[in-house]
């Protein structure tokens, strides 16, 4: 279930990159976690031959990293050994359900081939790790998810479609568990594993008798073919650190105002998990943010909109603190009560004034430079 810090970590890494008609960006940080266990891919031009499709992925450890960064480093080549991603330079696109039958096989594949590793083998290391991904191709969106990270589509101005959480507690997936002769307990398998499906974690594929899609947690993906369309605007892939925070709406709502006041997309990536940390989220917290032509641009409008709610923000904050006076400097959490209880307009849709943290910190700080940092959202239940 993981322990937490006493302050979050909140160094990220970034990237970015362009290219086949996409622009992309991402973010990590570590949080209140004791380790960082997320890792990500992020592949522009797919070997052997495939240089027209791309692939993005982000892999949420658990019960430590060691699965997360070797799928991150290696979950691509398994699945493109298969026969499918083999036409050779010039070749049209294979059958969907080929790269789908592809995609599974690539990871049954490398969840066997890691099963031979010494550390996992003999339990040294017992970690696992969820997996979300996109295989963009010139026609089609191959959208993979094994585990509870998750994957949307936000196309003509709307969530379009998500990738579905692999939990216990879903009646397809309790009674795999059941058949494997195991329970779900408090929504987790066997009372401890809160994804069912999962790649490592081999100490729940160990069921006599039973494939390796049959046991208690199962390496299997679920993979969506998605036609792509002219009025596609972005992906999103990212950890439950960020899904538990946010919506899919809410999330989609946020980045599409942010793209709309920078075409910056590490920075957009970057609020992303800034808001969720001060929403409260307690995970390791990655997305990665896959944009088509067809994504938001910036609007002057927005930008004028966005400066003139940072400048309200900071004269607020001033007023609040010249007002306390007498009373002693008050503490950020408090400033950021009272401004939670006012009718603020054009706060960011999905982040609200969570996605303002960082405008209001800057001020507060200004004003009162000895204070000790509380880091983020020290309370899940008020934040503030």
Same mark, same amino acid.
């Given at each position: ?187 987790? =398998?066997?009372?401890? %594993?809160? /994804? !069912?499906?999962? @790649? ?6 160990? #069921? +006599? ?45 946020? =980045?599409?105002?942010? %793209?709309? /006041? !920078?075409?910056? @997309? ?6 992303? #998990? +800034? ?110």
């Amino acid at each position: 279930m993981g322990a937490f810090l006493d302050k979050p970590k909140t160094e990220k890494h970034t990237a970015h990159g362009a290219g086949n008609g996409l622009r992309f960006g991402l973010s990590s940080m570590q949080g209140w976690r004791v380790e960082m266990e997320d890792a990500h891919t992020a592949v522009l031009g797919v070997p052997p031959g495939l240089d027209d499709w791309s692939f993005f992925a982000v892999y949420d450890g658990h019960a430590g990293s060691r699965v997360a960064n070797y799928c991150a480093a290696h979950l691509l080549e398994h699945i493109t050994a298969a026969d499918a991603f083999h036409g050779g330079p010039g070749a049209p696109e294979p059958p969907a359900e080929h790269v789908k039958q592809g995609i599974r096989a690539g990871f049954l594949q490398i969840d066997a081939a890691m099963r031979d590793f010494a550390d996992l083998r003999n339990g040294l290391d017992r970690s696992g790790s969820t997996a979300v991904g996109v295989l963009v191709s010139p026609r089609h969106l191959f959208f993979i998810n094994c585990g509870d990270s998750r994957a949307v589509l936000w196309r003509a101005g709307r969530v379009c479609f998500s990738t579905q959480d692999h939990k216990p507690c879903d009646p397809r997936e309790k009674e795999r568990i059941q058949r494997a002769g195991g329970s779900v307990m408090i929504q987790r =398998v066997n009372g401890s %594993l809160a /994804v !069912s499906r999962a @790649l490592g974690d081999y100490d729940y594929k160990c #069921v +006599d008798g039973k494939g390796p899609t049959e046991q208690l947690v199962s390496p299997e993906p679920e993979v969506f073919d998605v036609p792509r369309a002219d009025d596609d605007g972005f992906i999103v892939l990212a950890c439950d650190g960020i899904w538990d925070v946010m919506t899919n709406e809410e999330l989609c709502d946020f =980045v599409q105002s942010r %793209l709309q /006041v !920078s075409d910056d @997309l590490e920075s957009v990536c970057n609020w992303v #998990v +800034d808001t969720c940390l001060h929403k409260g989220s307690r995970d390791n917290m990655s997305i990665v943010l896959v944009c088509f032509s067809n994504a938001p641009r910036v609007s002057d409008e927005a930008v004028r909109k966005d400066l003139e709610l940072d400048k309200y923000l900071e004269s607020r904050v001033e007023e609040i603190m010249e007002k306390s006076g007498e009373e002693g400097m008050p503490d950020l959490a408090h400033v950021m009560r009272i401004l939670s209880a006012e009718n603020i307009s054009d706060l960011p849709p999905g982040g609200g004034l969570a996605g303002k943290r960082s405008v209001i910190e800057a001020v507060y700080s200004r004003l009162n430079p000895h204070r000790e940092s509380d880091g983020g959202a020290g309370d899940l239940e008020d934040p503030w």
